[in-house]
Nanobody
Framework: QVQVVESGGGSVQPGNSLRLSCTPENMFNRYTMAWFRQVPGKDREFVAGYSWIRVNTYYQDAVKGRFIVSTDNTKTTVYLQMNSLKPEDTAVYYC???????????????????????WGQGAQVTVSL
């Protein structure tokens, strides 16, 4: 069964860190993984991404310098290390995998949730005092 298994999340105070992990299972044509986040009443927002095809990482401006995408040694599991968390980072975080090429002219992966075929179950991240 093809699926994306997501773990991590939790509640922390501002300035602290959390890590999310995401593993695509039984998926042999994975191209790009993206992390999205969503707050009630808003669309899912692209946060960061990793491309197996281009071997590169990508970040939304609001998280550059604070969030880090990495992989395990097998380059299967993708991690989102979230440092210096802020209250505005509070959201449900989803990882998603594209099974086709979703990069634009300058190599940036699509920020559109509809381009990603497989989704993790979501992880709540809450940052508050």
């Amino acid at each position: 069964q093809v699926q994306v298994v997501e773990s991590g999340g939790g509640s922390v105070q501002p300035g602290n860190s959390l890590r999310l992990s995401c593993t695509p299972e039984n998926m042999f044509n994975r191209y790009t993984m993206a992390w999205f986040r969503q707050v009630p009443g808003k669309d899912r927002e692209f946060v960061a991404g990793y491309s197996w095809i281009r071997v590169n990482t990508y970040y939304q401006d609001a998280v550059k310098g604070r969030f880090i995408v990495s992989t395990d040694n097998t380059k299967t599991t993708v991690y989102l290390q979230m440092n210096s968390l802020k209250p505005e980072d509070t959201a449900v975080y989803y990882c998603a995998v594209a099974t086709n090429y979703v990069h634009g002219v300058y190599g940036v992966p699509s920020h559109s949730a509809g381009e990603y075929a497989y989704w993790g179950q979501g992880a709540q991240v809450t940052v508050s005092l």
